[in-house]
Protein backbone atom coordinates (compact mmCIF):
# COMPACT_ATOMS: atom_id res chain seq x y z
CA UNK A 1 0.00 0.00 0.00
CA UNK A 2 1.61 3.50 -1.05
CA UNK A 3 0.63 6.79 -2.69
CA UNK A 4 1.65 7.27 -6.04
CA UNK A 5 1.54 11.13 -7.66
CA UNK A 6 2.30 12.54 -11.52
CA UNK A 7 2.57 16.09 -12.65
CA UNK A 8 2.95 17.57 -16.18
CA UNK A 9 2.24 21.46 -16.79
CA UNK A 10 4.51 24.26 -16.23
CA UNK A 11 5.68 24.73 -13.17
CA UNK A 12 8.65 23.46 -11.72
CA UNK A 13 8.01 19.49 -10.38
CA UNK A 14 10.09 18.59 -7.69
CA UNK A 15 8.20 20.77 -5.04
CA UNK A 16 4.64 19.69 -6.73
CA UNK A 17 5.58 16.21 -6.11
CA UNK A 18 7.01 16.57 -2.90
CA UNK A 19 3.82 18.50 -1.68
CA UNK A 20 1.49 15.92 -3.12
CA UNK A 21 3.85 13.07 -1.31
CA UNK A 22 3.55 14.63 1.85
CA UNK A 23 -0.19 14.10 1.95
CA UNK A 24 -0.37 11.12 0.51
CA UNK A 25 2.22 10.07 3.19
CA UNK A 26 -0.82 8.55 5.28
CA UNK A 27 -0.77 5.87 2.86
CA UNK A 28 2.94 4.75 3.48
CA UNK A 29 5.92 6.16 4.41
CA UNK A 30 8.81 3.65 4.56
CA UNK A 31 10.24 5.02 1.53
CA UNK A 32 9.76 7.33 -1.31
CA UNK A 33 11.56 8.88 -4.74
CA UNK A 34 10.73 10.90 -7.93
CA UNK A 35 11.56 10.99 -11.38
CA UNK A 36 11.57 14.13 -13.18
CA UNK A 37 12.25 14.33 -16.73
CA UNK A 38 15.06 17.07 -17.34
CA UNK A 39 16.75 16.64 -20.45
CA UNK A 40 16.46 13.00 -19.55
CA UNK A 41 15.04 10.90 -16.77
CA UNK A 42 16.37 12.02 -13.13
CA UNK A 43 15.88 9.99 -10.43
CA UNK A 44 15.84 10.25 -6.38
CA UNK A 45 14.89 7.81 -3.69
CA UNK A 46 15.98 7.12 -0.44
CA UNK A 47 14.91 4.60 2.35
CA UNK A 48 12.92 7.09 4.85
CA UNK A 49 10.27 9.67 4.91
CA UNK A 50 9.40 12.28 2.01
CA UNK A 51 11.67 15.18 4.62
CA UNK A 52 14.66 12.96 4.06
CA UNK A 53 13.92 12.54 0.27
CA UNK A 54 13.46 15.90 0.14
CA UNK A 55 16.98 16.33 1.27
CA UNK A 56 18.95 14.48 -1.17
CA UNK A 57 17.39 16.10 -4.20
CA UNK A 58 19.37 19.35 -5.65
CA UNK A 59 17.76 22.50 -4.58
CA UNK A 60 17.85 23.72 -7.96
CA UNK A 61 16.40 20.58 -9.87
CA UNK A 62 14.44 21.66 -12.85
CA UNK A 63 11.89 19.86 -15.12
CA UNK A 64 8.22 20.00 -15.62
CA UNK A 65 7.56 16.61 -15.80
CA UNK A 66 8.29 14.11 -13.18
CA UNK A 67 6.05 11.20 -10.93
CA UNK A 68 6.48 10.11 -7.23
CA UNK A 69 6.33 7.56 -4.77
CA UNK A 70 5.18 7.22 -1.16
CA UNK A 71 6.01 3.28 -0.37
CA UNK A 72 4.42 0.70 2.12
CA UNK A 73 6.70 -2.15 2.15
CA UNK A 74 5.40 -5.54 0.94
CA UNK A 75 7.64 -6.97 -1.23
CA UNK A 76 11.16 -6.59 -0.04
CA UNK A 77 12.81 -4.50 2.23
CA UNK A 78 12.03 -0.58 3.13
CA UNK A 79 15.60 0.19 1.53
CA UNK A 80 16.49 2.83 -0.74
CA UNK A 81 17.06 0.48 -3.87
CA UNK A 82 13.20 -1.01 -3.28
CA UNK A 83 12.29 2.69 -3.21
CA UNK A 84 9.92 3.60 -6.03
CA UNK A 85 10.10 4.88 -9.14
CA UNK A 86 11.52 1.64 -10.79
CA UNK A 87 13.56 2.20 -13.61
CA UNK A 88 14.38 0.50 -16.89
CA UNK A 89 16.86 1.95 -19.42
CA UNK A 90 14.84 5.73 -20.22
CA UNK A 91 11.40 4.66 -18.79
CA UNK A 92 10.34 5.00 -15.41
CA UNK A 93 7.46 3.59 -13.06
CA UNK A 94 5.78 3.93 -9.71
CA UNK A 95 2.81 1.68 -8.55
CA UNK A 96 0.20 1.24 -5.91
CA UNK A 97 -1.15 -2.63 -5.51
CA UNK A 98 0.71 -5.85 -5.95
CA UNK A 99 1.79 -8.27 -9.00
CA UNK A 100 0.87 -11.44 -8.30
CA UNK A 101 2.19 -13.00 -10.94
CA UNK A 102 5.68 -10.83 -10.67
CA UNK A 103 7.52 -14.17 -10.27
CA UNK A 104 6.72 -15.71 -13.29
CA UNK A 105 7.49 -12.47 -15.03
CA UNK A 106 10.91 -11.45 -13.73
CA UNK A 107 11.94 -14.99 -14.83
CA UNK A 108 11.08 -14.13 -18.35
CA UNK A 109 12.46 -10.91 -18.40
CA UNK A 110 16.36 -12.39 -16.78
CA UNK A 111 15.64 -14.39 -19.65
CA UNK A 112 16.02 -11.63 -22.23
CA UNK A 113 18.67 -10.12 -20.52
CA UNK A 114 16.96 -7.43 -17.81
CA UNK A 115 19.06 -7.04 -14.64
CA UNK A 116 16.85 -6.54 -11.81
CA UNK A 117 18.11 -3.77 -9.29
CA UNK A 118 15.38 -4.77 -6.39
CA UNK A 119 12.96 -7.27 -4.62
CA UNK A 120 9.97 -5.50 -5.56
CA UNK A 121 7.08 -6.74 -7.24
CA UNK A 122 6.97 -3.35 -9.26
CA UNK A 123 10.39 -3.84 -11.32
CA UNK A 124 8.90 -6.07 -13.71
CA UNK A 125 6.35 -3.16 -14.94
CA UNK A 126 9.41 -1.48 -15.69
CA UNK A 127 11.36 -3.81 -17.79
CA UNK A 128 8.10 -5.51 -19.24
CA UNK A 129 7.15 -1.97 -20.73
CA UNK A 130 10.52 -1.24 -21.78
CA UNK A 131 10.45 -4.51 -23.52
CA UNK A 132 6.88 -3.91 -24.60
CA UNK A 133 7.87 -0.53 -26.42
CA UNK A 134 11.75 -1.31 -27.38
CA UNK A 135 11.37 -4.66 -28.73
CA UNK A 136 7.37 -5.31 -29.33
CA UNK A 137 7.07 -2.54 -31.42
CA UNK A 138 4.64 -0.87 -29.29
CA UNK A 139 6.39 2.35 -30.25
CA UNK A 140 4.27 4.74 -27.57
CA UNK A 141 4.43 4.44 -24.27
CA UNK A 142 0.65 4.11 -24.44
CA UNK A 143 0.57 1.17 -26.49
CA UNK A 144 3.41 0.42 -24.57
CA UNK A 145 1.50 -0.33 -21.03
CA UNK A 146 -1.65 -0.76 -22.56
CA UNK A 147 -0.09 -4.25 -23.71
CA UNK A 148 2.08 -4.29 -20.42
CA UNK A 149 -1.13 -4.27 -18.14
CA UNK A 150 -2.64 -7.43 -19.88
CA UNK A 151 0.04 -9.50 -18.81
CA UNK A 152 -0.11 -8.32 -15.02
CA UNK A 153 -1.95 -10.32 -12.20
CA UNK A 154 -3.00 -8.59 -9.35
CA UNK A 155 -3.33 -4.66 -8.57
CA UNK A 156 -2.03 -1.93 -9.71
CA UNK A 157 -2.35 1.73 -10.43
CA UNK A 158 1.05 3.53 -12.43
CA UNK A 159 1.97 5.70 -13.38
CA UNK A 160 5.00 6.08 -15.91
CA UNK A 161 7.19 7.96 -18.42
CA UNK A 162 9.64 7.28 -20.68
CA UNK A 163 12.47 9.71 -22.08
CA UNK A 164 12.22 9.38 -25.48
CA UNK A 165 8.54 10.68 -25.02
CA UNK A 166 8.85 13.92 -22.75
CA UNK A 167 5.49 15.45 -23.05
CA UNK A 168 3.61 12.42 -21.82
CA UNK A 169 2.59 10.36 -18.72
CA UNK A 170 0.95 7.53 -18.97
CA UNK A 171 -1.29 5.82 -16.22
CA UNK A 172 -3.41 2.68 -15.92
CA UNK A 173 -5.81 0.82 -12.86
CA UNK A 174 -6.76 -1.99 -11.56
CA UNK A 175 -8.19 -2.67 -7.97
CA UNK A 176 -6.05 0.38 -6.56
CA UNK A 177 -7.29 3.92 -6.60
CA UNK A 178 -6.16 6.40 -9.21
CA UNK A 179 -7.75 9.88 -9.44
CA UNK A 180 -6.91 12.25 -11.78
CA UNK A 181 -6.43 16.26 -10.78
CA UNK A 182 -7.37 18.66 -14.21
CA UNK A 183 -5.88 22.25 -14.06
CA UNK A 184 -5.34 24.92 -16.47
CA UNK A 185 -2.22 24.12 -18.38
CA UNK A 186 -1.29 21.69 -15.96
CA UNK A 187 -2.77 18.05 -14.93
CA UNK A 188 -1.99 15.53 -11.58
CA UNK A 189 -2.43 11.59 -11.19
CA UNK A 190 -2.50 10.33 -7.40
CA UNK A 191 -3.93 7.77 -5.23
CA UNK A 192 -6.18 10.48 -3.61
CA UNK A 193 -7.21 13.87 -4.56
CA UNK A 194 -5.43 15.23 -1.31
CA UNK A 195 -2.20 14.97 -3.07
CA UNK A 196 -3.10 17.88 -5.46
CA UNK A 197 -6.14 19.87 -4.04
CA UNK A 198 -4.03 22.43 -3.14
CA UNK A 199 -4.11 22.84 -7.01
CA UNK A 200 -7.59 22.15 -8.09
CA UNK A 201 -10.59 20.52 -7.02
CA UNK A 202 -11.90 19.28 -10.54
CA UNK A 203 -11.31 15.51 -10.71
CA UNK A 204 -11.95 12.37 -12.80
CA UNK A 205 -11.93 9.56 -11.05
CA UNK A 206 -9.96 6.33 -13.33
CA UNK A 207 -11.97 3.05 -13.30
CA UNK A 208 -10.44 -0.51 -13.02
CA UNK A 209 -8.75 -1.52 -16.63
CA UNK A 210 -8.79 1.67 -17.86
CA UNK A 211 -5.60 3.36 -19.10
CA UNK A 212 -4.86 7.17 -20.49
CA UNK A 213 -2.18 10.08 -20.90
CA UNK A 214 -1.90 13.03 -19.29
CA UNK A 215 -0.16 16.23 -21.29
CA UNK A 216 -0.19 19.50 -20.09
CA UNK A 217 -3.05 20.62 -21.53
CA UNK A 218 -5.08 17.56 -22.34
CA UNK A 219 -6.93 14.10 -20.43
CA UNK A 220 -7.06 10.91 -22.32
CA UNK A 221 -8.51 7.80 -20.62
CA UNK A 222 -8.67 4.50 -23.06
CA UNK A 223 -10.44 0.98 -22.18
CA UNK A 224 -7.88 -2.08 -22.70
CA UNK A 225 -9.13 -2.31 -26.31
CA UNK A 226 -8.28 0.98 -27.23
CA UNK A 227 -11.34 2.44 -27.14
CA UNK A 228 -11.51 6.01 -25.85
CA UNK A 229 -13.39 6.77 -22.59
CA UNK A 230 -15.21 10.31 -22.12
CA UNK A 231 -16.07 11.02 -18.52
CA UNK A 232 -16.65 14.20 -16.91
CA UNK A 233 -15.23 16.14 -14.24
CA UNK A 234 -16.51 15.98 -10.93
CA UNK A 235 -15.66 18.79 -8.17
CA UNK A 236 -14.36 18.04 -4.90
CA UNK A 237 -16.47 20.20 -2.34
CA UNK A 238 -13.94 19.85 0.71
CA UNK A 239 -10.75 22.16 0.48
CA UNK A 240 -7.69 21.72 1.45
CA UNK A 241 -8.14 23.11 5.06
CA UNK A 242 -9.93 20.63 5.94
CA UNK A 243 -6.68 18.26 4.87
CA UNK A 244 -4.59 19.86 7.42
CA UNK A 245 -4.26 20.26 11.27
CA UNK A 246 -5.87 23.70 11.75
CA UNK A 247 -3.67 24.37 15.16
CA UNK A 248 -4.12 20.96 16.70
CA UNK A 249 -0.42 19.29 17.21
CA UNK A 250 -1.99 16.27 15.64
CA UNK A 251 -4.40 14.97 12.97
CA UNK A 252 -5.97 12.91 15.64
CA UNK A 253 -6.64 15.43 18.25
CA UNK A 254 -7.92 17.29 15.44
CA UNK A 255 -10.02 14.83 13.75
CA UNK A 256 -11.18 13.61 17.47
CA UNK A 257 -12.51 17.25 18.29
CA UNK A 258 -14.49 17.65 14.68
CA UNK A 259 -16.82 15.13 16.07
CA UNK A 260 -19.71 17.00 16.97
CA UNK A 261 -19.88 18.16 13.29
CA UNK A 262 -19.02 15.27 11.55
CA UNK A 263 -21.75 13.45 13.20
CA UNK A 264 -23.95 16.29 12.57
CA UNK A 265 -23.40 16.33 8.82
CA UNK A 266 -23.54 12.54 8.70
CA UNK A 267 -27.62 12.79 10.13
CA UNK A 268 -28.09 16.06 8.18
CA UNK A 269 -31.61 15.93 6.38
CA UNK A 270 -32.08 12.45 7.42
CA UNK A 271 -34.01 12.52 10.73
CA UNK A 272 -37.54 13.11 11.21
CA UNK A 273 -38.64 13.08 15.33
CA UNK A 274 -41.82 14.42 14.69
CA UNK A 275 -42.57 11.49 12.77
CA UNK A 276 -40.01 8.95 14.17
CA UNK A 277 -38.63 8.38 10.13
CA UNK A 278 -34.79 8.10 9.00
CA UNK A 279 -34.99 8.87 5.09
CA UNK A 280 -32.04 7.00 3.30
CA UNK A 281 -32.89 7.99 -0.47
CA UNK A 282 -29.59 7.00 -1.82
CA UNK A 283 -30.35 3.09 -1.04
CA UNK A 284 -31.67 0.94 -4.18
CA UNK A 285 -33.71 -1.15 -1.75
CA UNK A 286 -37.89 -1.48 -2.37
CA UNK A 287 -39.55 -1.98 0.68
CA UNK A 288 -40.85 -5.22 -0.16
CA UNK A 289 -37.02 -6.28 -0.19
CA UNK A 290 -36.59 -5.29 3.01
CA UNK A 291 -39.28 -6.80 4.78
CA UNK A 292 -38.52 -10.31 2.84
CA UNK A 293 -34.60 -9.89 4.14
CA UNK A 294 -33.91 -12.79 6.02
CA UNK A 295 -29.93 -11.99 7.55
CA UNK A 296 -27.13 -9.41 6.85
CA UNK A 297 -23.82 -9.74 6.78
CA UNK A 298 -21.50 -7.20 7.68
CA UNK A 299 -18.16 -7.45 6.17
CA UNK A 300 -15.49 -5.05 7.38
CA UNK A 301 -11.67 -4.87 9.40
CA UNK A 302 -10.32 -3.33 11.65
CA UNK A 303 -12.10 -0.49 13.77
CA UNK A 304 -14.77 -0.75 10.94
CA UNK A 305 -15.04 -4.15 11.90
CA UNK A 306 -15.67 -2.99 15.67
CA UNK A 307 -18.66 -0.27 14.47
CA UNK A 308 -19.89 -3.46 12.98
CA UNK A 309 -19.91 -5.99 16.20
CA UNK A 310 -22.06 -2.89 17.23
CA UNK A 311 -24.27 -2.79 14.08
CA UNK A 312 -24.92 -6.57 14.90
CA UNK A 313 -26.63 -5.55 17.75
CA UNK A 314 -28.48 -2.68 17.07
CA UNK A 315 -30.25 -4.40 13.55
CA UNK A 316 -30.96 -7.21 15.36
CA UNK A 317 -32.93 -5.39 18.34
CA UNK A 318 -34.42 -2.84 15.91
CA UNK A 319 -34.47 -4.32 12.87
CA UNK A 320 -35.29 -7.99 14.06
CA UNK A 321 -32.85 -8.88 11.34
CA UNK A 322 -30.05 -11.96 12.30
CA UNK A 323 -26.93 -10.05 11.26
CA UNK A 324 -23.18 -12.01 10.90
CA UNK A 325 -19.43 -10.02 11.09
CA UNK A 326 -17.38 -11.03 8.81
CA UNK A 327 -13.66 -9.82 9.24
CA UNK A 328 -12.99 -9.46 5.61
CA UNK A 329 -10.11 -11.10 5.29
CA UNK A 330 -11.60 -14.75 6.65
CA UNK A 331 -14.58 -14.31 4.64
CA UNK A 332 -13.11 -14.14 1.26
CA UNK A 333 -11.33 -17.22 1.62
CA UNK A 334 -14.07 -19.16 3.97
CA UNK A 335 -17.18 -20.92 2.03
CA UNK A 336 -19.72 -18.90 2.93
CA UNK A 337 -23.50 -20.21 2.94
CA UNK A 338 -25.20 -17.40 0.78
CA UNK A 339 -28.30 -18.33 -1.23
CA UNK A 340 -28.59 -14.46 -2.40
CA UNK A 341 -31.08 -13.17 0.04
CA UNK A 342 -28.95 -11.65 2.20
CA UNK A 343 -28.05 -8.09 2.38
CA UNK A 344 -24.31 -7.48 2.80
CA UNK A 345 -23.11 -4.73 4.38
CA UNK A 346 -19.61 -3.63 3.90
CA UNK A 347 -18.26 -0.74 6.48
CA UNK A 348 -15.34 0.67 4.79
CA UNK A 349 -13.92 4.16 5.94
CA UNK A 350 -11.56 4.40 2.92
CA UNK A 351 -13.54 2.38 0.49
CA UNK A 352 -10.57 1.07 -0.68
CA UNK A 353 -9.48 -1.65 1.87
CA UNK A 354 -8.19 -4.75 -0.17
CA UNK A 355 -9.88 -7.27 1.72
CA UNK A 356 -12.90 -5.98 2.21
CA UNK A 357 -13.57 -5.00 -1.67
CA UNK A 358 -12.52 -8.50 -2.11
CA UNK A 359 -15.10 -9.92 0.17
CA UNK A 360 -17.76 -7.59 -1.25
CA UNK A 361 -17.20 -9.18 -4.67
CA UNK A 362 -17.20 -12.70 -2.99
CA UNK A 363 -20.85 -12.13 -1.64
CA UNK A 364 -22.01 -10.23 -5.06
CA UNK A 365 -21.08 -12.94 -6.66
CA UNK A 366 -23.93 -15.30 -4.65
CA UNK A 367 -26.65 -12.57 -5.98
CA UNK A 368 -26.41 -10.94 -2.68
CA UNK A 369 -27.52 -7.41 -2.64
CA UNK A 370 -25.13 -4.53 -0.99
CA UNK A 371 -24.89 -1.40 0.78
CA UNK A 372 -21.66 0.06 1.34
CA UNK A 373 -21.16 2.55 4.44
CA UNK A 374 -18.12 4.51 3.45
CA UNK A 375 -16.26 8.10 4.50
CA UNK A 376 -15.11 8.75 1.01
CA UNK A 377 -17.17 9.77 -2.44
CA UNK A 378 -15.95 8.16 -5.62
CA UNK A 379 -13.80 5.09 -3.87
CA UNK A 380 -13.96 2.07 -5.37
CA UNK A 381 -16.39 0.36 -2.81
CA UNK A 382 -19.07 2.60 -4.02
CA UNK A 383 -18.29 1.03 -7.83
CA UNK A 384 -18.58 -2.03 -6.37
CA UNK A 385 -22.34 -1.87 -4.06
CA UNK A 386 -25.58 -1.55 -5.26
CA UNK A 387 -26.47 1.64 -2.68
CA UNK A 388 -23.82 4.26 -0.93
CA UNK A 389 -24.50 5.32 2.70
CA UNK A 390 -21.62 7.91 2.90
CA UNK A 391 -20.97 8.81 6.20
CA UNK A 392 -19.95 12.73 5.73
CA UNK A 393 -16.79 13.04 8.49
CA UNK A 394 -14.36 14.73 5.86
CA UNK A 395 -11.25 13.89 4.90
CA UNK A 396 -9.34 11.64 7.79
CA UNK A 397 -5.72 11.88 7.78
CA UNK A 398 -4.66 10.56 11.08
CA UNK A 399 -4.07 6.54 11.07
CA UNK A 400 -6.24 6.36 13.53
CA UNK A 401 -9.50 6.03 12.96
CA UNK A 402 -11.44 8.32 15.28
CA UNK A 403 -14.42 10.62 14.04
CA UNK A 404 -14.92 8.05 10.82
CA UNK A 405 -15.46 5.65 13.44
CA UNK A 406 -18.61 7.34 15.45
CA UNK A 407 -19.93 8.61 12.11
CA UNK A 408 -19.94 4.78 11.20
CA UNK A 409 -21.99 4.21 14.40
CA UNK A 410 -24.27 7.18 13.59
CA UNK A 411 -24.47 5.80 9.77
CA UNK A 412 -25.96 2.44 11.38
CA UNK A 413 -28.43 3.49 14.00
CA UNK A 414 -30.14 5.45 10.93
CA UNK A 415 -29.74 2.53 8.86
CA UNK A 416 -31.72 0.20 11.75
CA UNK A 417 -34.09 2.38 12.23
CA UNK A 418 -34.96 2.69 8.60
CA UNK A 419 -34.78 -1.05 8.32
CA UNK A 420 -36.50 -1.86 11.47
CA UNK A 421 -39.43 1.01 10.74
CA UNK A 422 -40.08 -0.91 7.10
CA UNK A 423 -39.94 -4.14 8.90
CA UNK A 424 -42.26 -2.86 11.37
CA UNK A 425 -40.38 -3.85 14.45
CA UNK A 426 -39.58 -0.47 15.49
CA UNK A 427 -42.15 1.74 16.57
CA UNK A 428 -42.84 5.16 15.87
CA UNK A 429 -42.00 6.37 19.51
CA UNK A 430 -39.46 3.99 19.84
CA UNK A 431 -38.17 5.86 16.62
CA UNK A 432 -38.66 9.26 17.74
CA UNK A 433 -36.58 8.54 21.04
CA UNK A 434 -33.61 7.20 18.77
CA UNK A 435 -33.89 10.67 16.91
CA UNK A 436 -33.72 13.07 19.13
CA UNK A 437 -31.03 11.05 21.04
CA UNK A 438 -29.35 11.15 18.34
CA UNK A 439 -29.94 14.82 17.30
CA UNK A 440 -28.24 15.50 20.99
CA UNK A 441 -24.81 13.26 20.32
CA UNK A 442 -23.10 16.14 18.63
CA UNK A 443 -24.08 18.64 21.78
CA UNK A 444 -23.00 15.56 24.29
CA UNK A 445 -20.00 14.89 21.99
CA UNK A 446 -18.76 18.70 22.99
CA UNK A 447 -19.45 18.15 26.94
CA UNK A 448 -17.19 14.85 26.76
CA UNK A 449 -14.25 16.99 24.44
CA UNK A 450 -14.41 20.01 27.48
CA UNK A 451 -13.61 17.35 30.12
CA UNK A 452 -10.68 16.63 28.23
CA UNK A 453 -7.97 17.75 30.51
CA UNK A 454 -9.25 14.69 33.29
CA UNK A 455 -8.80 12.38 30.69
CA UNK A 456 -5.07 13.41 30.29
CA UNK A 457 -4.63 13.01 33.95
CA UNK A 458 -6.05 10.06 33.39
CA UNK A 459 -3.73 8.62 30.52
CA UNK A 460 -0.48 10.21 32.04
CA UNK A 461 -1.20 8.56 35.71
CA UNK A 462 -1.14 4.68 33.64
CA UNK A 463 0.90 5.69 30.76
CA UNK A 464 4.04 3.59 32.30
CA UNK A 465 2.02 0.25 32.08
CA UNK A 466 2.99 -2.62 29.99
CA UNK A 467 -0.58 -4.10 29.40
CA UNK A 468 -4.70 -2.67 29.68
CA UNK A 469 -7.67 -4.53 29.31
CA UNK A 470 -10.76 -3.26 28.12
CA UNK A 471 -13.99 -4.65 29.01
CA UNK A 472 -17.83 -4.10 28.23
CA UNK A 473 -20.77 -5.93 27.87
CA UNK A 474 -23.83 -5.81 25.36
CA UNK A 475 -22.96 -2.80 23.05
CA UNK A 476 -20.42 -1.59 24.90
CA UNK A 477 -18.65 -4.75 24.18
CA UNK A 478 -17.80 -3.08 20.34
CA UNK A 479 -16.28 -0.03 22.54
CA UNK A 480 -14.25 -2.02 24.81
CA UNK A 481 -12.48 -3.70 20.93
CA UNK A 482 -12.18 -0.41 19.14
CA UNK A 483 -10.69 1.45 22.75
CA UNK A 484 -8.18 -1.28 22.88
CA UNK A 485 -7.51 -1.49 19.40
CA UNK A 486 -6.94 2.51 19.58
CA UNK A 487 -4.05 2.30 22.30
CA UNK A 488 -2.30 -0.16 21.02
CA UNK A 489 -2.45 1.15 17.54
CA UNK A 490 -0.53 4.67 18.78
CA UNK A 491 0.70 4.31 21.88
CA UNK A 492 2.45 0.78 21.51
CA UNK A 493 0.63 -0.51 25.00
CA UNK A 494 -0.37 -3.92 24.62
CA UNK A 495 -4.26 -3.76 25.11
CA UNK A 496 -6.89 -6.69 25.03
CA UNK A 497 -10.79 -5.59 24.17
CA UNK A 498 -12.86 -8.20 26.27
CA UNK A 499 -16.86 -9.20 26.37
CA UNK A 500 -16.45 -8.28 30.21
CA UNK A 501 -18.70 -12.18 30.72
CA UNK A 502 -15.26 -13.54 28.80
CA UNK A 503 -12.57 -12.57 31.48
CA UNK A 504 -13.40 -15.41 34.23
CA UNK A 505 -12.99 -18.11 30.81
CA UNK A 506 -8.92 -17.26 30.75
CA UNK A 507 -8.10 -13.55 30.91
CA UNK A 508 -8.84 -12.97 34.61
CA UNK A 509 -5.22 -14.59 34.92
CA UNK A 510 -3.34 -11.93 33.12
CA UNK A 511 -4.89 -9.24 35.80
CA UNK A 512 -2.62 -7.88 37.87
CA UNK A 513 -2.02 -4.78 40.22
CA UNK A 514 -0.34 -3.94 37.11
CA UNK A 515 -2.90 -4.31 34.57
CA UNK A 516 -5.13 -1.21 34.15
CA UNK A 517 -8.88 -2.26 33.33
CA UNK A 518 -10.90 0.17 31.73
CA UNK A 519 -14.17 -0.75 32.41
CA UNK A 520 -17.41 0.51 30.07
CA UNK A 521 -19.63 1.45 32.46
CA UNK A 522 -23.06 3.57 31.15
CA UNK A 523 -26.20 2.66 32.42
CA UNK A 524 -28.29 -0.08 30.53
CA UNK A 525 -29.54 -3.25 31.00
CA UNK A 526 -26.19 -5.10 31.72
CA UNK A 527 -24.99 -2.58 33.95
CA UNK A 528 -25.40 -4.88 37.18
CA UNK A 529 -23.55 -7.13 35.15
CA UNK A 530 -20.66 -5.05 34.30
CA UNK A 531 -20.57 -3.98 38.56
CA UNK A 532 -19.82 -7.57 38.84
CA UNK A 533 -16.95 -7.99 36.41
CA UNK A 534 -15.47 -5.16 38.10
CA UNK A 535 -15.47 -6.57 41.01
CA UNK A 536 -13.53 -9.58 40.02
CA UNK A 537 -10.56 -7.73 38.30
CA UNK A 538 -11.11 -5.32 41.78
CA UNK A 539 -10.08 -8.64 43.52
CA UNK A 540 -7.10 -9.19 42.02
CA UNK A 541 -5.89 -6.02 42.78
CA UNK A 542 -6.43 -4.28 39.33
CA UNK A 543 -6.51 -0.63 39.20
CA UNK A 544 -10.22 0.06 37.43
CA UNK A 545 -11.22 3.35 35.13
CA UNK A 546 -14.52 3.72 34.76
CA UNK A 547 -16.62 5.37 32.37
CA UNK A 548 -19.89 5.99 33.39
CA UNK A 549 -23.28 8.15 33.04
CA UNK A 550 -22.86 11.67 34.95
CA UNK A 551 -25.58 10.90 37.12
CA UNK A 552 -23.90 7.48 38.40
CA UNK A 553 -22.24 8.26 41.60
CA UNK A 554 -22.55 4.06 42.57
CA UNK A 555 -19.80 3.52 40.54
CA UNK A 556 -17.65 5.34 42.58
CA UNK A 557 -17.32 2.91 45.45
CA UNK A 558 -16.20 0.26 43.18
CA UNK A 559 -13.57 2.00 40.68
CA UNK A 560 -10.45 4.27 41.28
CA UNK A 561 -10.67 6.80 38.60
CA UNK A 562 -14.46 7.49 36.58
CA UNK A 563 -14.02 9.33 33.33
CA UNK A 564 -17.62 10.46 32.66
CA UNK A 565 -20.35 11.19 30.17
CA UNK A 566 -23.50 12.97 29.29
CA UNK A 567 -26.59 10.34 30.28
CA UNK A 568 -27.70 9.48 26.66
CA UNK A 569 -30.50 6.46 25.17
CA UNK A 570 -28.47 3.38 26.35
CA UNK A 571 -27.76 2.44 22.41
CA UNK A 572 -26.44 5.21 21.99
CA UNK A 573 -23.80 6.02 24.83
CA UNK A 574 -21.31 4.13 22.72
CA UNK A 575 -21.22 6.83 20.43
CA UNK A 576 -19.61 9.14 24.09
CA UNK A 577 -17.87 6.27 25.66
CA UNK A 578 -15.68 6.16 22.27
CA UNK A 579 -14.81 9.46 22.75
CA UNK A 580 -13.69 9.00 25.93
CA UNK A 581 -11.32 6.38 25.08
CA UNK A 582 -9.91 7.93 22.03
CA UNK A 583 -8.79 10.56 24.08
CA UNK A 584 -7.54 8.52 26.88
CA UNK A 585 -5.21 6.68 23.68
CA UNK A 586 -4.35 9.94 22.31
CA UNK A 587 -2.79 11.49 25.59
CA UNK A 588 -1.30 8.32 26.33
CA UNK A 589 0.25 7.99 23.06
CA UNK A 590 1.47 11.85 23.68
CA UNK A 591 2.79 11.09 27.16
CA UNK A 592 5.50 8.49 25.89
CA UNK A 593 5.77 10.62 23.05
CA UNK A 594 5.17 7.86 20.33
CA UNK A 595 3.91 8.69 16.34
CA UNK A 596 0.70 9.62 16.66
CA UNK A 597 -0.54 10.33 13.33
CA UNK A 598 1.78 7.76 11.59
CA UNK A 599 2.40 5.00 13.63
CA UNK A 600 5.05 2.27 13.17
CA UNK A 601 4.32 -0.72 10.55
CA UNK A 602 0.63 0.64 10.01
CA UNK A 603 -0.74 2.95 7.25
CA UNK A 604 -4.25 4.72 6.67
CA UNK A 605 -5.56 2.77 3.61
CA UNK A 606 -4.67 -0.53 3.48
CA UNK A 607 -5.17 -1.55 -0.54
CA UNK A 608 -3.26 -4.40 -0.74
CA UNK A 609 -4.18 -8.26 0.71
C1 LIG B 1 -8.07 1.85 12.82
O1 LIG B 1 -7.64 2.92 13.54
C2 LIG B 1 -7.24 1.49 11.65
N1 LIG B 1 -6.87 2.58 10.86
C3 LIG B 1 -7.71 0.27 10.88
O2 LIG B 1 -8.07 -0.74 11.76
C4 LIG B 1 -8.85 0.49 9.87
O3 LIG B 1 -10.07 0.68 10.53
C5 LIG B 1 -8.92 -0.72 8.93
O4 LIG B 1 -7.72 -0.82 8.22
C6 LIG B 1 -10.08 -0.67 7.97
O5 LIG B 1 -10.02 0.44 7.14
P1 LIG B 1 -11.27 0.92 6.30
O6 LIG B 1 -12.31 1.33 7.26
O7 LIG B 1 -10.73 2.06 5.47
O8 LIG B 1 -11.70 -0.24 5.46
Redesign the pocket.
Known amino acids: MCGIVGYIGDAQAVPILLESLKMLEYRGYDSAGVTVFNGKLETYKIAGRIKDLEAVIPWNMQGSTGIGHTRWATHGKPETRNAHPHLSSDVSVVHNGIIENYMELKERLIGLDYEFKSDTDTEVIAHLLHFNMKCRGQKCLLDGLAETVKELKGSYAIAALCAEEPGLLAFARKDSPLVIGVGKGSNYAASDVTAFLKHTKEVIYINDNEIGLLKPDSIEIFDLEGKQVSRNAEIIEWDLEAAEKAGYEHFMLKEIHEQPTSIQNTFAGKLSELEGTVTLEELYLKPDEIKRLKRATII ?5 WNAGILGKYIFEKLAGLHTDVETASEFRYSNPVLCGEELTIA ?4 G ?2 AD ?1 LAAVRSSSSYGCRSIAITNVVGSTITREADSVLYTRAGPEIG ?3 TKTFTAQLVALYMLAIYLGRIRGVVSANEAKDLIVGIKRLPGQIQKVLNRKDAINECAVQFADKRDYFFIGRYLNYPVALEGA ?2 LK ?1 ISYIHAEGYAAGELKHGPLALITDETPVVAIATRGHTYEKILSNIKEVKARNATVIAVADDDDTEIDKYVDVVLRVPSSHELLAPVLSSVVLQLLSYYTALAKDCSIDKPRNLA ?3 TVE
Open positions: ACGTSITQSETTVAALKEKSV
